[in-house]
């Protein structure tokens, strides 16, 4: 039965009385003293209160005051330089949480002489520098693994762009983007993470699942101009039930392996079985497949198979799947997003559970709006894969290795080709 409260009052939002950083406002200021510019035009190009502004210029505040009432314990120039720091740290993917920013800041204003060891900062002055300084927010950053921190470097990014334009140019393959495809792995779980729902904030509710369950993985693919391979599933288990595919979209296949992830063998039966059957006609033009290190895409045997059917296999440098595998940038994001939110509808729809009989439906919708054209284009544009741009991989991505730059990287994935490969990671016929 639904329940309606009487005449339910909207909770008004707490709007931030200051929304400009110290260092908006000083750059105004010194805009106006030094440059001459117009108070008003400083003011909305610094987006700070121009009557703010115009009292500091014309003498009535001292410049240096930020804040109304008391003074923080740190002047604007102590306070930057946390900020920098700060924002350096996290950065290089080592940010603090808020506890750590409170003794960061205690042993400085310690360091400063101007607070005692036995007198420390408390959670009130993060709430205060927090709101000095708009533009840092207190963010759940995205997990980086330590190796994958370790080899995105500027040198191995750059390496592998050029050996990309290298082999697109030898195969005439620079405005072929019908022949540009990215193949990768994805697990599924039948114990699905619940989706943000709409809740009341008087308790956390729960979201019913379906317990835990065996891993199940999906075999994706895409070209660059917007065309997917249907999907190919691996259960977990010895000899291959076709009611495993029971509403399966059209040419969706699947097979068997004992831990229901891929393997040499099950990549094997992929590409002979189920990519060739899919990829467009050509004549005498090659096709370029881009796929991870993994020891399952780089035995011999499988560049022999692939020289032998004019398909070029290249190795993306490893490690570097986060930042230069199209799928994994932006297909494989909302594939995890539109898959739990489905079990969710589903469960809540039917009151059934998930388990390993119906999850080849759900998993084909999925499969289908996450990797939609649209989003394999933006995939590959988003790696500069094509077109071809290097400037695609921003900076800051690669800013944590700067932290390895003084050690010497001796470990490399085991599944990775080297030496039995030419150019770098690139199967040419």
Known sequence: MLTTQANPKPVESNSRYKSYSPSALTSAYRRVKEDGIPVRRASKLYKVPRSTLSDRVRGIVDPDTVVMGKLPLFDQFQESKLVSHLKKMASFGYGYT???????????????GIRTKSKPLSMKWIRGFLSRWPEMKVLKPHGLEFASAKMTNETNVVEYFDNLEKCMRKHNMMDKPHLIFNVDEKGMSIDNNPPCVVESSDYKVQAVTSGKGKTITILGCGSASGVSIPPYFVYPGKRMNRDLLIGASPGADGTMSDSGWSNTEVFRKYLESHFCKFVPARHDEKILLLLDGHRSHVAVDLADWAIRNSIVLFVLPAHTSHLLQPLEVA?????DRIYSALCHKIMRETSAAIYIYNICDIACETYKQALCAENLQSAFRKTGIYPLDREAIQKEYLVPTEVFENQVVTDVDEGCASDATVERGVYTV
């Open 98 to 112: 808020r506890q750590e920013c409170v003794d960061l800041a205690s042993d400085f204003a310690v360091k400063l």
């Open 331 to 335: 297909c494989y994001g909302p594939f």
